[in-house]
């Protein structure tokens, strides 16, 4: 990836213009656009979460993996496990963190309580997370996460 800073005087003291330019639009091109257009936003710490019977305050950092259940949504934190009545990509979308990655169809964790990778079956891996939480990362998303972590 090649970065440059060009200077442009018609552009107002407070504005940024960037532009990316590839051959295609790929995925990595796609991801970059969307970091782009998130960067300086404010994401909350804090998010509030219904359960079915009160809304809890949870921090982004005790939240370990959150999984699509039977009929619910489960989220596994460092305090507490919880059902909530919510899809995943809705929760995904406001729930809009940089250390959150799917790794499969049905599950997503926080990258800051993986503790290790391990060969599972048919080439996908199984997630350590803390708390010897489990989960499965299918082969789809693997790449995705060997990226993020810089593998």
């Known amino acids: 990836m090649k970065i440059e800073f060009q200077k442009n005087l018609q552009l107002a003291d407070d504005e940024i213009s960037v532009v990316v330019q590839a051959t295609k639009k790929t995925l990595e091109v796609s991801h970059l656009i969307d970091y782009l257009a998130k960067f300086g936003q404010n994401h909350a710490d804090i998010l509030p979460i219904k359960s079915d019977d009160r809304i809890l305050m949870v921090r982004a950092a005790t939240i370990i993996k959150v999984e699509v259940g039977r009929n619910s949504l489960m989220v596994y934190s460092t305090q507490d496990n919880f059902s909530v009545n919510e899809r995943l990509y809705k929760f995904k979308e406001r729930f809009d963190q940089d250390n959150f990655i799917q ?9 800051d309580h993986l503790l290790s990778l391990e060969d599972s079956f ?30």
């Open 103 to 111: 790794i499969s169809k049905s599950t997503m964790i926080n990258i």
């Open 122 to 151: 048919s080439g996908t891996m199984t997630a350590i997370l803390t708390g010897q939480i489990k989960a499965n990362v299918s082969r789809k998303y693997l790449a995705d996460l060997a990226k993020r972590l810089g593998l």
